[in-house]
Nanobody, 120 residues
């Protein structure tokens, strides 16, 4: 009942940039939070950034602060993750996630398929 379309992943050299996009193309609820998570092999999943659709709040993890930024287009129900100054340690499978506005703040109940980001 919910479909997230992710794009923008790929391979890039250290110091380069990528921009990930995530659009809620089908939803049975009013979209509240949208965010990005990542998981590298042998590592636990970590939150990267989050925003509230239609709002101005933006949260970025300390590990990527100053390099990554999250933005949104509420009309398109889309969140973006701008990734600059990429490092090899940023290599991971990145997941977009979303939650309903009625579920409570920062409750992510739906997940995309993931897009691979590789930094060499």
């Amino acid at each position: 009942h919910v479909q997230l379309v992710e794009s923008g992943g790929g391979s890039v050299q250290a110091g380069g940039s990528l921009r990930l996009s995530c659009q809620v193309s089908r939803s049975t609820y009013s979209v509240g939070c949208m965010g990005w998570f990542r998981q590298a092999p042998g590592k636990e999943r970590e939150g990267v950034a989050a925003t509230w659709l239609g709002g101005t709040t933006a949260h970025v993890a300390d590990s990527v602060k100053g390099r990554f930024a999250i933005s949104q287009d509420s009309a398109k129900k889309t969140a973006y993750l701008q990734m600059n100054s990429l490092k090899s340690e940023d290599t991971a499978l990145y997941y977009c996630a979303t939650g309903s506005a009625s579920s409570g703040p920062w409750t992510f109940g739906y997940w995309g398929q993931g897009t691979q980001v590789t930094v060499s």
